[in-house]
């Protein structure tokens, strides 16, 4: 209360807050005053000069946007002559403009600047000048500097909301100008096309490529974005029956904010390739390894009707299951799917097919460091969400690249940075994440339990350690400090990469930081000591007390939108929903009850195991809903081998992916915005989904055809609409047992735990006790071993494979989306510049990857964030898919198997 | 449309100038705030900065492309070359088009030169280079060539600057130089007794807003340390040329003034600004700098030398700050003032070169030095730079408040031969202009706002009747409008459109003063408020020529 004063505002007393500008406390006093290059949530400018006021003593005009109110200032926002030199700016700013956008021509269209030229009735603008050439070389922004009207709001959405850093302001005087790099053409420059700017700007200078983007919407959806773990909250702008653009929305983890995919990657909902009509493999029509291309579908595959598909299905499955039991039949379960479909999934597969066969791909992405969570912490999710980076002291960034990942996310990284945060990156790539680092730790690959270990050892040994924490909080330290203390700095030095002195300062500010938090990814998991790696971290954490408090913790950064929620819900083989253990009789009990079924008490196989065992012919049938394993598995040519053995292979997806090549029936389901339900973020934030379209033709709601199955296999569910089944979820699953779909729907977001007891949600876990029964955690120490494969005289480089900003995982939805497309057409091996030079490639040259497995080809793409020695490839482009190189070695807890490391040679190709 | 990509988004670094880089930029860890510095290497160095220079750079100092970019596309004197196989000259001419040497035929200057210059030398015209006296003014490469004409210019083979005979640190102490300074440091005179009497001495800062100099000495000892101490020797408004004088003939008592400043607010460190058009000032500080650094190796806080680079908004105190740490030379939104926010967010107190030398003076010899001088009812001393029509231009040190017609008379020998006075600008392009009616009212701070004018640097330009004033005031628009920084609406759109509006052989009165007012009103700066002040009085005093 004391820190509220009033003022005066045009002879009214005004209440405002300390640290308020007058702006602000107008706006909240009902006194709108003009302004353009002011934005929410924006460090204010000042620059325009619209929003000047007149305080009275003052000699000049004071920028209400900038200037904070103060106990009796008496200001005037509307006297005459703070509206001369408001209305002044305006027409100075209209008239400024080129030829083609004179007063009268704004005032039509729909942009922040056209208002307030209406607002002063702004009739004529003077002395237009020659239009700036328009720059559409990038496909999703359009760059039109002769309706620039220079408020820098882009500049500040790029460099101070996205830090992409892209945005300039040159110049100067009239010559100002929007630059981007070293004024280079949008599409020529490091642009990531965030479309920030776009959100930012105020005119249409900066503007989403597409009339259709620009129209009046009818509708607009307020959801969440199918893409990535960081939940964006956004809005489709629908109109016609489509979705014509995105914008951000002020959800907890975005905060407005959208990366391209988000922003510019909804439009493959809408493309040709949809799935509308169920499809029945045509009796005859043998299966290969060899995938069906989109032209081909209709010679191996026949329409049917959605009676006759559903009837297909299940009998294939139900004979399977008669003749061999249960477990030869598996299912893989979507986490690009919503909590409702995944939930209903596994409950299927358990249910009706009697087995615990049931995972999805986390097994490919973070099993290792669930693995590692549950066993040392007892829980397998993050313990501080994203935005305890505002809090935190130390950021360590480990085997990620969030830019390219989880680019929002990012943005407040770099933003905590700004700061004042110290930023540690430890990663063989140097990503643009880089040059915000303290420290960057470029180690080679496959060698983290060496470097943390290391790390270990020196703050064990220079007593940095927490021992109040360790004593009280945590069991088997003393086997910890055995085992690492044979890891020193100078030990592993040269088989890491990195300077014993770097090791030492890097392990001194982790432990002596007050607050610290660790984020890491698939660098860290996808190997097959992933779960050692994972055990590495938590080890850090839990040695100097940087875990169970704001700011401090583990934050593994979960890959896709539901990935934290498929896991949750129960599609993972070993553990009911909320990591129940399947082989516990009082689960199985509690379960069978629930579902009123009978439940198999033996834990079912993995992803992996599972592909091995359609190989082997253990495996004979498979219900695979929003997966593509033909594409993301290892050793593409054994897995799709394997799944070409499949006798009944059910597929339920949106397009022909890779794996409908194997299929005997495929069911059209819905895509994203074609259904509603509740998704989990990498936060633990349960996030509401709304539909926004209808799916097309015969195309059908996932949930649907899975409860229509169920029936056809005998199930009675209770259950059938998406509530529904979220209020079975919240009776089965203790962490959301507090929540009701009322709740969600009014809140949109809503943080997990959130208990039946305690009707709120736990941030920040771990505060009081660990989850594992002991309420301690466990520390698990980790030996070096090396990766599955290693480079040889045959095989000399290493080949890591991984993501990219533009497209999403195997490529199915994103190599369909216009924008995302166009920005990356095209495969590509990137390698260092110095490896070109040795293999004597040139940059865009097209040459030929292999490994004992397999072999791709396509473009070279120069990048010497690489080391030498270690190339990379995206794994989205099916005309050379990288996993057809990869190795199914696995990790022997988390079996995940080993996408970060294989040797390969290189060759140039015959064909330029 | 559809890309593909053969390398990574962006620019590449080029290794081989990565390494060249490297090297000329000297030790690591490169310092951000030293980009300015960074930028003048190269330029001197290739004659040029290319975008390879600026991929390197960008990665030493671990900023992006666009950062770099925006600092070094601000600054005239950087060459940004869009490819690096473009010829660049290897000789710059600079002819100066400010007003006096406008007066003295620069634009015929230019002409004549652009005729005969050969293909690997480059004519640029710039704003004024602080030589007025001795208008017109090319600088071949930096060998200021005085009263310029064709001939002499092109006859100039010498192009480095010339120093002149300055005093130096020995005789400067013998004749009791750092004197002042030992009262300070040996106790003799504390800190609160010097601030009182600079207080007492009535001296203003006399870099153009003549802030009282004790008050702002208390005002920044109140804030917390550390403190920084900043000396602004950007002199660009055009007719002023005080500093370079005195820094050209007796540096020391200058960099004593500094160092008691320094003392007396406990700043840990000194940073002068000084523009780069004063190459010889350059030298001469190096040299000096060095030498009392030597002389008192102890008790002097650190000094810095930092070159502007070609913008005379950087004479705006925060400005400079900002051009001090590196960035576009952009005036800061003030509250906060830069007393208690300066550089890097520090309590700065910042004082133009001459007030600094004034402040030796009282030290040493009281306070009533400077305040028993005067004429007219004033008090204190005023360093005039006159240039114009008059038979001896130069900078003279006069009572406050003497006219023009005294300073004509009494300093300048008189009008030339066959010139009336019909006008002057009583404090450069900013103050505004007064005719020959008002040459009788006193010349100081606060005797010129009634009649819509200020002294400022106290920059007099004489014109007679041989003069257009009209054309004179567009001369400072034209000035203001490549001065802008751009940031704010009103200067930026204003002088611009005033520029056009003032080209027309009668002027739109109406839409001027709409655009005076605003620009007034609600510029963030000093520059955009007075650049309407030569329009606004040719309205007021000249309409016959524009009408």
Partial sequence: ?912 | MKSKRNQTRGLAITPSVLAEIKILLGSSPFRRDLLIEYLHLIQDNYNHISKAHLVALADCLKISLAEVHEVASFYHHFNLIQDSKQTTPNLTIRVCESLTCKMFGSEELSMKLEKSISNNVKLEKVPCVGQCSNAPIAVVGQRVIKEATAENVLDCKSYTSQIPNYEKLAPYIVSGGYGALKKCTDGIVTRSAAVKLLSDSGLRGLGGAGFPAGKKWEIVRQQPSPRYLAVNIDEGEPGTFKDRTYLESKPHQFLEGMLIAAWAVEAHKCIIYLRDEYAACRQILIEEIKAISVAFPNGVPSIELRRGAGSYVCGEESAMIESIEGKRGIPRLRPPYIAANGIFGKPTLEHNLETLYRVTDVINHGSNFHSSHGRHGRTGLISFSVSGRIMTPGMYLAPAGITLRELIDEYCNGMSPGHELKAYFPGGASGGILPASLADIPLDFDTLQEHDCFIGSAAIIVLSDHDNVASYAKNAMNFFAKESCGKCTPCRVGTKQASTLMSARSWDINKLKDLATVMTDASICGLGQAAPNPMKSVIKHFKEEIS
């Fill in chain 1, 1 to 912: 209360m004391n820190s509220e004063f009033t003022f005066q505002l045009d002879g009214h007393n005004v209440i405002a807050q300390k640290g308020e500008t007058i702006l602000v406390a107008a706006e909240n006093a009902g006194v709108s005053i003009p302004r353009l290059c002011y934005q929410d949530n924006c460090r204010p400018d000042g620059n325009c000069r619209a929003c000047v006021v007149e305080i009275e003593g003052e000699r000049t005009l004071a920028p209400s946007c900038s200037r904070l109110a103060e106990k009796s200032m008496v200001v005037h926002s509307n006297n005459t002559r703070a509206q001369f030199s408001q209305k002044m700016v305006i027409t100075m700013l209209s008239s400024d403009l080129t030829e083609n956008y004179s007063a009268g021509s704004i005032q039509s269209n729909n942009t922040e600047l056209s208002k307030w030229v209406t607002h002063f009735d702004i009739r004529h603008g003077d002395a237009p000048h020659q239009s700036p050439v328009i720059d559409i070389t990038n496909p999703a922004i359009t760059v039109d500097l002769g309706q620039c009207i220079q408020c820098t709001r882009c500049v500040r959405a790029c460099r101070e909301t996205q830090v992409n850093d892209v945005i300039g302001i040159s110049n100067r005087g009239s010559n100002l100008k929007i630059t981007f790099d070293l004024d280079a053409t949008l599409g020529e420059s490091s642009c990531v096309s965030c479309g920030e700017c776009v959100q930012a700007c105020p005119t249409n200078a900066l503007t989403s490529t597409g009339a259709a983007a620009n129209l009046p919407d009818n509708k607009k959806i307020d959801t969440v974005c199918p893409y990535c773990g960081v939940g964006c909250l956004l809005t489709f702008n629908v109109s016609d029956g489509a979705i014509k653009s995105a914008t951000g929305r002020n959800g907890p983890a975005n905060k407005n904010r959208l990366c391209v995919k988000g922003r510019y990657g909804f439009d493959y909902v809408h493309h040709e390739d949809r799935l509308t009509k169920p499809l029945i493999r045509i009796k005859g029509m043998k299966k290969t390894a060899a995938l069906i291309h989109k032209n081909e579908i209709s010679d191996y595959f026949r329409e049917a009707s959605w009676s006759e598909a559903l009837e297909f299905a299940a009998t294939g499955l139900k004979n399977i299951l008669d003749i061999h039991g249960g477990n030869a039949l598996a299912g893989l379960g979507s986490a690009k799917g919503s909590n409702e479909e995944a939930y209903a999934f596994q409950k299927f597969i358990r249910s009706a097919l009697k087995t615990n066969n049931v995972d999805h791909c986390t097994r490919l992405c973070h099993a290792s460091s669930v693995a590692a969570m549950l066993e040392m912490l007892g829980n397998a999710g993050v313990s501080n969400q994203v935005e305890d980076v505002a809090l935190t002291e130390v950021i360590v960034v480990i085997g990620a690249k969030p830019t390219a990942n989880h680019p929002v996310a990012a943005t407040f990284m770099k933003n905590a940075t700004k700061s004042g945060a110290k930023l540690v990156v430890i990663d063989p790539y140097k990503s643009d994440l880089t040059r915000h680092a303290d420290f960057f730790l470029q180690f080679r690959p496959d060698t983290d339990v060496l470097l943390m270990n290391s790390m270990m050892s020196v703050i064990i040994e220079e007593n940095l350690h927490d021992e109040k924490f360790i004593k009280e909080r945590t069991t088997d330290f003393l086997n910890l400090k055995e085992v690492v203390s044979k890891y020193s700095p100078e030990s592993v030095s040269s088989t890491c990469g990195i300077e014993p002195e770097t090791i030492r300062a890097v392990a001194r500010l982790y432990a002596k930081a007050r607050s610290a938090m660790i984020f890491w990814g698939m660098g860290i998991s996808q190997h097959i000591h992933g779960t050692d790696n994972a055990r590495c971290l938590i080890s850090l954490a839990l040695l100097t007390g940087n875990i169970g408090k704001e700011g401090s913790g583990i934050h593994p950064l979960r890959g896709q939108n539901n990935v934290q929620g498929a896991s949750d819900a129960g599609l993972i083989p070993m553990v009911y929903p909320d990591y129940q253990p399947v082989t516990d009789n009082e689960n199985k009990k509690k379960f069978e009850q629930v579902w009123n079924t009978t439940l198999s008490g033996e834990t079912g196989l993995t992803v992996t195991e599972i592909v091995s065992g359609a190989s082997q012919g253990s495996i004979k049938g498979m219900y695979v809903m929003g997966e593509n394993p033909a594409m993301s598995d290892p050793n593409l040519n054994h897995a799709r081998e394997a799944l070409a053995k499949l006798e009944h292979l059910v597929i339920q997806d949106i397009f022909f992916t890779e794996t409908a090549s194997f299929a005997d029936v495929i069911l059209p389901a819905s895509a994203f915005p074609e259904k509603t339900g509740s998704f989990t973020n990498t936060d633990r934030r349960v996030q509401l989904g709304r539909q926004a379209i209808e799916p097309p033709g015969d195309a059908r709601q996932d949930l649907e055809i899975i409860h229509d199955l169920a029936e056809k296999l005998d199930q009675k569910w209770t259950h059938r609409s998406t509530a529904e089944v979220f209020k079975e979820m919240t009776n089965v699953m203790p962490s959301i047992g507090g929540l009701t779909w009322g709740l969600l729907n009014k809140r949109d977001s809503i943080t997990y735990p959130y208990t039946k007891d305690s009707k709120q949600s736990e941030t920040v876990l771990f505060k009081e006790t660990f989850a594992l029964p002991s309420g301690k955690a466990k520390f698990s120490a980790a030996h070096y071993s090396h990766a599955a494969e290693l480079p040889s005289d045959d095989f000399p480089l290493v080949l890591i494979t991984g993501r990219q900003l533009e497209h999403w995982h195997t490529g199915t939805m994103t190599r369909r989306a216009r924008v995302l497309d166009s920005l990356e057409p095209e495969a590509f091996i990137s390698m260092n510049s110095q490896d070109m030079e040795l293999y004597q490639i040139e940059s865009d040259d097209t040459v030929r990857l292999h490994s004992k497995r397999g072999e791709v080809t396509a473009m070279v793409r120069m990048d010497n964030g690489l080391q030498v020695g270690n190339v990379f490839m995206p794994f989205c482009y099916v005309e050379a898919a990288a996993n057809l190189l990869t190795i199914d070695a696995i990790d022997p807890i988390g079996k995940i198997p080993e996408f970060k490391h294989c040797a390969v040679q290189i060759s140039k190709s015959a064909a330029q």
